[in-house]
């Protein structure tokens, strides 16, 4: 599908009010999404885990205006209260996909939200937020359009999830998810997130994902201005192409369930995510000391254990540790032992891969 397919064509239903609830997760990327071109289009492709529990669960109530208004009409209740710091972030999006659903001036919205995971945790939920809104949108277009495949709804429904947040893109399904075209994966686009389409070795069933809350403030540094430092980043170029060269590398990865391999991709990608940070101009730090007081332990405790967990970050402080299910209570107690520790107040939060949004 193309860009232009998103272009809504005549409406053949007509809607007057009604209310539609979307749980969606959260994803953890493998290789990174960081820089992207106008519109938000990725400067290099990414993919994904799907996550399970860690999940936004949005709720928009819809009721037709007696003419279209020349704004958007909504309001916002995050966990129950109005929330006026989140309206400008929807207002963009509104704007943004309004011309790929010309309704929504048409319909007054209550959208009402919350987390899985605990307020101010620093996990990042405009991934799971903006899809689950992008779906709920998307439920409303197809009521107008009740002939529309299903396909179509997930690709566009990921097509404006993106609008609202890239990283967005890959939250609608699982448990493996691609967004940005890359040469060696048929149906890749820079619009829309696809299901990973090769072969996945049995070892990725289930894989655990346990995110370690380092530091639960908010961060110095949005994503949007990080990506943004990519412009003009003297090691862009590079750093594109190595993104290209690592989701190469994953596809036989993924296929014999490689995990020595699999750990270097994974922890090479992370690492360069906040080398790319530290040598932006201005150039900014997100890691904290207890970030690499836990690396540190999760490298001694491979080595002496042999197990196969190991670690990423995304744009923050937290530790995501990836390991195969088999390993769970082996990792699990070394969690306990000797991570538990550098985690503020302790906490930590236990997921798995999953397989996407749901309507509930
Ligand atoms: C480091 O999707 O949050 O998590 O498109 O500006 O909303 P915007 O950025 P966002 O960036 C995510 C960056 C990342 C890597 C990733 O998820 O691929």
Request: charge should be negative; charged fraction near 20%.
């Amino acid at each position: 599908m193309r860009e232009k397919d998103f272009v809504a064509g005549k409406y053949s239903a007509s809607v007057i009010d009604g209310k539609v609830t979307y749980k969606s997760p959260s994803n953890i990327a493998l290789v990174k999404y960081w820089g992207k071109k106008d519109n938000q289009v990725p400067a290099n492709p990414s993919v994904s885990f799907t996550l399970d529990s860690c999940a936004t669960t949005t709720s928009l109530t819809y009721s037709k205006l007696e003419e279209p208004g020349k704004d958007f009409s909504f309001e916002l209740l995050f966990e129950g209260k109005p929330k006026p710091d989140f309206k400008p972030k929807i207002q963009t999006f509104f704007t943004r996909i309004s011309n790929y659903l010309p309704f929504l001036k048409s319909y007054h919205f209550v959208i009402e939200t919350s987390n899985s995971f605990p307020h101010s945790s620093g996990i990042a939920s405009s991934a799971s937020g903006m899809s689950a809104l992008a779906l709920c949108l998307m439920y409303i277009e197809n009521q107008l359009d009740p002939a529309m495949e299903e396909d179509y709804f997930n690709a566009k429904a990921s097509f404006l999830a993106r609008l609202g947040s890239g990283s967005a893109a890959r939250s609608i399904k699982g448990p493996i998810m691609q967004w940005g075209h890359h040469q060696d994966t048929e149906g890749s686009s820079d619009f829309y997130a696809i299901n990973y389409p090769y072969k996945v070795h049995e070892v990725f069933n289930n894989y655990q994902d346990t995110i370690l809350l380092v530091d639960k403030g908010q961060k110095q540094v949005s994503s949007t201005v990080g990506h943004n430092l990519m412009h003009g980043h003297p090691f862009a170029e590079q750093r594109f192409k190595q993104a290209h060269d690592n989701l190469s590398k994953l596809q036989r990865i993924f296929a014999e369930g490689d995990l020595p391999n699999f750990i270097k991709v994974v922890e090479s990608e992370a690492l360069t995510l906040h080398a790319m940070m530290m040598s932006s101009l201005p150039y900014f730090m997100l890691m904290k000391p207890n970030t690499l007081e836990i690396i540190n332990k999760i490298w001694e405790f491979r080595a002496e254990s042999k197990s196969h967990l190991c670690f990423t970050l995304d744009a923050g402080a937290n530790v995501h540790v990836l390991y195969p299910e088999s390993e769970k209570d082996l990792v699990l107690q070394f969690i306990k032992d000797e991570l538990v520790a550098y985690c503020e107040n302790g906490q930590y939060l236990c997921d798995q891969i999953g397989n996407g949004a749901v309507e509930i």
